[in-house]
């Protein structure tokens, strides 16, 4: 079997179509891993200009850990109460220059903890707006944007008694009040862990031919009739497949966090998940939120990668697999959400696409039920991913065997 593999790690890296995808897929991790340091930038006020690349997000950094250890409630009615005394239209350009950039991120992140959930962009004017006699309550805003949201008459469908209590119980359990600093080194990490979804178009060129490779060069008929030629063969192509689908992932993503490591630190590793969306139920630190978006990735990737090596056993055609993989991960970018069928939502929340982005499923108050028992959107990631996986395993060999 050990010969076996060797021949197809050859056969892999012989084609030149799945060498130029491979180098294709790390330049693009550099070009973004550039791009996301060098338009980084941070205005400095004393000498009103832009300071940008590694030196502007260190005195961003610097900015934010100077701030304040803790959002104390207390600490949020003074940056509140400072806002309201200029007095201005929030939205206006002055209220920018003035009020906005120097604050930097505490503002959004303000602002956005006052604002409905089902809103885009942060209403800043509701900060104008708010009676600071007692203070700003912040964590109580907090729970209560969220129980809001819960109880929202949605067209599609209502949250269930079971999942309001799923989720608030969720919420009301993160730790408070939350760590702040600087977190956009965390923010970066978690971006350039977030390419690896398109790495899967990587994947899904190099998985293609592996198993009709040997129909369309007629080794398959001499290779079925081979003393191991049905298992071993089977065996030692899933295993390379698998193999070279976690290292490609590994090398290039985790190289490239590297790199951001030697050239910024980790600065922001151990702050809250919370400081990325205040209204994430998770107890999370940003560092576990990365490691957990690369394990969600590849656990997606291993699955879509058998699902492709089955349909690979089965059509017995490269193009054919390579077309169903293609229209896997892009088709449902194109789905929308149903106004109607809450059923249909719940589907397209696990397609790929979105699965992978762990940033926005964190915030996201998806969850499914049974009876009274509720998944969250997390748990049925793992769950849905981990059988789709088993079932394609289970019939890879007999698609390959049955079409000799």
């Not at 109460?81 to 950039?101: N, P, T």
């Not at 604050?103 to 903890?113: K, S």
């Not at 090398?251 to 490239?256: F, K, Q």
């Not at 790199?259 to 107890?283: C, E, K, M, R």
Request: some cysteine.
């Amino acid at each position: 079997m050990a010969m076996m593999m060797r021949f197809e790690w050859k056969k892999i890296f012989e084609r030149r179509l799945n060498v130029a995808a491979m180098l294709l897929g790390y330049v693009l991790i550099a070009v973004c891993v550039f791009s996301y340091i060098s338009q980084a930038s941070f205005y400095d006020k004393d000498t009103d200009s832009y300071v940008k690349g590694i030196a502007g997000i260190r005195r961003a950094q610097e900015r934010d850990n100077g701030q304040t250890e803790e959002l104390t409630d207390a600490y949020v009615t003074e940056v509140i109460r400072e806002i309201q005394s200029y007095g201005m239209d929030l939205e206006s350009d002055e209220a920018y220059m003035e009020i906005v950039r120097p604050l930097g991120d505490i503002f959004y992140f303000t602002v956005n903890n006052y604002s409905d959930m089902r809103e885009m962009v942060g209403n800043r004017n509701a900060l104008m707006q708010l009676d600071l006699t007692d203070g700003a309550h912040f964590y109580e805003q907090r729970m209560k944007k969220i129980t809001d949201y819960l109880n929202v008459d949605f067209s599609f469908g209502n949250y269930k008694e079971a999942e309001k209590e799923y989720w608030l119980q969720k919420a009301q359990n993160t730790t408070v009040p939350f760590r702040w600093g600087g977190k956009n080194i965390m923010s970066i990490v978690q971006d350039t862990i977030g390419i690896g979804f398109y790495l899967v178009f990587v994947i899904i060129i190099c998985t293609s031919s592996v198993f009709s490779s040997e129909y369309e060069t007629g080794a398959a008929a001499l290779l079925l009739t081979t003393r191991h030629g049905k298992k071993r063969l089977v065996q030692s192509k899933i295993v390379v497949t698998l193999l070279f689908m976690v290292g490609y992932l590994a090398v290039g993503l985790l190289s490239a966090v590297g790199v951001i490591g030697l050239l910024l630190g980790f600065d922001g590793a151990s702050l809250p998940v919370q400081l990325w969306n205040s209204v994430i139920p998770y107890n999370m630190t940003m560092a576990e939120t990365c490691m957990a978006t690369f394990a969600v990735i590849v656990l997606i990737s291993a699955a879509l990668t058998l699902v492709l090596l089955c349909c690979s056993a089965g059509l017995r055609s490269s193009l054919a697999t390579l077309v169903i993989g293609m229209a896997i991960v892009i088709a449902p970018a194109f789905f929308p959400m149903s106004k109607e069928s809450g059923l249909w939502n719940h589907i397209n929340y696990l397609f790929p696409v979105r699965a992978m982005n762990l940033k926005d499923v964190l915030k996201s108050f998806v969850s499914y039920t049974v009876g009274d028992f509720v998944i969250s959107y997390t748990g049925m990631i793992v769950l849905v991913y981990t059988v789709i996986s088993v079932a394609a395993l289970l019939l890879i060999r007999r698609g390959f065997v049955k079409l000799r």
